[in-house]
């Protein structure tokens, strides 16, 4: 090793470290409780190493629905949050005076507590003795009965969920998108007009392209945050999640260690290798797809 690779090693070694310590180290130690059977949290005892954890796990009925409510939260907030800020952008992107304070103003949220927006969105979809809740209201003007939103039908609830993702993960895709609309080279703009190109062929075939390792990385990190929620259902709907049928992979991880039913480690544990191969294999998957789809 020569003087330079060895000074390279010894300035990376602090950062291996923090991920050896608190990343490396837990992951083993998840994967190790995992494996333990009939582990006892008191004494710290188990049976010996299998797969119990992981059959228990995939056939716990509180699993498989925190699951299923996981996977319609990605499955919905992810792509269409990303259009709706790709559409934002492009406006934003199209407009000369006060962009910067639109821009800002639309950043806002993203910079607020998420359980403070969870707790006015709570606010404006519940029923109370004394209101409907603002948004009942105006169903009502449109001549339909009120909706219970946050205690009432699986579909009213869910929709509430999603719509609150979509608002708390949208200024920061359109703060990433707005920085790659504006650095796009502007002579392939002026060279398409002078050709005589339509707008949505200059969209299709310059902007997209341009821009496309951008949506490609929102759309990944948006999988992996949409996999990851669980404070926001809390803020919603409680941290009886499990009672409002909402409750999310992360939330039964978290119940399985210190809920009501906690102190089960090797579940919560299942659970989490679980999580984990979930999101790993959708991250390879979007990758092998950009480099076909992406632009680079």
């Given at each position: 090793m020569n003087d330079r690779n060895y000074k390279g090693f010894l300035y990376l070694l602090p950062a291996l470290l923090f991920l050896g310590i608190f990343m490396v180290y837990p992951l083993i130690d998840v994967v190790i409780y995992s494996l333990e059977e009939g582990y006892n949290f008191a004494s710290g005892n188990f049976n010996g190493y299998g797969l119990y954890n992981f059959k228990y796990v995939l056939h716990d009925p509180f699993f498989i629905q925190a699951l299923k409510n996981t996977s319609i939260i990605v499955i919905i907030t992810v792509p269409l949050s990303t259009l709706i800020a790709l559409l934002i952008s492009l406006g934003l992107n199209s407009i000369k005076p006060f962009r910067e304070f639109l821009q800002t103003l639309y950043f806002l949220p993203y910079v607020t507590n998420t359980l403070a927006v969870g707790l006015v969105f709570m606010i404006l979809f519940k029923k109370t003795p004394y209101s409907d809740g603002l948004v009942n209201l105006l169903i009502n003007s449109l001549g339909y009965s009120s909706v219970d939103f946050i205690e009432g039908p699986y579909a009213a609830k869910m929709f509430v969920m999603c719509f609150y993702t979509i608002w708390i993960v949208m200024p920061f895709k359109i703060l990433i998108l707005t920085s790659a609309l504006s650095s796009v080279n502007k002579d392939y703009y002026n060279a398409a007009r002078v050709d005589g190109t339509s707008r949505f062929r200059i969209f299709y075939k310059i902007t997209l392209p341009m821009i496309s390792p951008?949506?490609?990385?929102?759309?990944?990190?948006?999988?992996?945050?949409?996999?990851?929620?669980?404070?926001?259902?809390?803020?919603i709907f409680g941290t009886n999640l499990n009672e409002a049928g909402m409750n999310t992979i992360v939330g039964y991880v978290y119940d399985m260690l210190y809920g009501d039913s906690g102190g089960y480690p090797s579940f919560a544990g299942a659970a989490s290798i679980i999580l984990f191969v979930i999101v790993f294999t959708i991250t390879v998957i979007n990758l092998l797809i950009s480099?076909?789809?992406?632009n680079v």
């Amino acid at each position: 090793m020569n003087d330079r690779n060895y000074k390279g090693f010894l300035y990376l070694l602090p950062a291996l470290l923090f991920l050896g310590i608190f990343m490396v180290y837990p992951l083993i130690d998840v994967v190790i409780y995992s494996l333990e059977e009939g582990y006892n949290f008191a004494s710290g005892n188990f049976n010996g190493y299998g797969l119990y954890n992981f059959k228990y796990v995939l056939h716990d009925p509180f699993f498989i629905q925190a699951l299923k409510n996981t996977s319609i939260i990605v499955i919905i907030t992810v792509p269409l949050s990303t259009l709706i800020a790709l559409l934002i952008s492009l406006g934003l992107n199209s407009i000369k005076p006060f962009r910067e304070f639109l821009q800002t103003l639309y950043f806002l949220p993203y910079v607020t507590n998420t359980l403070a927006v969870g707790l006015v969105f709570m606010i404006l979809f519940k029923k109370t003795p004394y209101s409907d809740g603002l948004v009942n209201l105006l169903i009502n003007s449109l001549g339909y009965s009120s909706v219970d939103f946050i205690e009432g039908p699986y579909a009213a609830k869910m929709f509430v969920m999603c719509f609150y993702t979509i608002w708390i993960v949208m200024p920061f895709k359109i703060l990433i998108l707005t920085s790659a609309l504006s650095s796009v080279n502007k002579d392939y703009y002026n060279a398409a007009r002078v050709d005589g190109t339509s707008r949505f062929r200059i969209f299709y075939k310059i902007t997209l392209p341009m821009i496309s390792p951008m949506i490609f990385y929102l759309i990944i990190t948006g999988f992996i945050g949409a996999f990851k929620a669980y404070s926001d259902e809390v803020a919603i709907f409680g941290t009886n999640l499990n009672e409002a049928g909402m409750n999310t992979i992360v939330g039964y991880v978290y119940d399985m260690l210190y809920g009501d039913s906690g102190g089960y480690p090797s579940f919560a544990g299942a659970a989490s290798i679980i999580l984990f191969v979930i999101v790993f294999t959708i991250t390879v998957i979007n990758l092998l797809i950009s480099k076909n789809k992406v632009n680079v």
